[in-house]
Nanobody, 121 residues
Framework: QVQLVESGGGLVQAGGSLRLSCAAS????????MGWYRQAPGKQRMLVAT???????NYAASVKGRFTISRDNVKNTVYLQMNSLRAEDTAVYYC???????????????WGQGTQVTVSS
């Protein structure tokens, strides 16, 4: 089994910064993509940023230039540095990874439990 534990959410004023962390643990042979998604009240979950094992990044247009995704492959941890936060960034943020538990097995997706980010205007 694989567990993802997120941390770093909270309340911040508009223009401020937060850094989210998500640590993966359990039976992990390799991790490919790591990413962050968010879901605001009454809205669908949307991609925020992803980072592949090969180092390629993808950002939602609304966060490009303000958010930075990074990873520590030794710690199996993905980070999301969020700067210049806006009220519209308020949401529950979820991390997700795709990983193999054993060699030559299927790559599966796992999700964290979510962490609340609230930006006050």
């Amino acid at each position: 089994q694989v567990q993802l534990v997120e941390s770093g959410g909270g309340l911040v004023q508009a223009g401020g910064s937060l850094r989210l962390s998500c640590a993966a643990s359990g039976t992990i042979f390799s991790i490919n993509a790591m990413g962050w998604y968010r879901q605001a009240p009454g809205k669908q979950r949307m991609l925020v940023a992803t980072l592949t094992g090969g180092g390629m990044t993808n950002y939602a247009a609304s966060v490009k230039g303000r958010f930075t995704i990074s990873r520590d492959n030794v710690k199996n941890t993905v980070y999301l540095q969020m700067n210049s936060l806006r009220a519209e960034d308020t949401a529950v943020y979820y991390c997700s990874i795709t990983s193999r538990r054993l060699p030559n097995t299927a790559e599966l997706a796992y999700w964290g439990q979510g962490t609340q980010v609230t930006v006050s205007s």
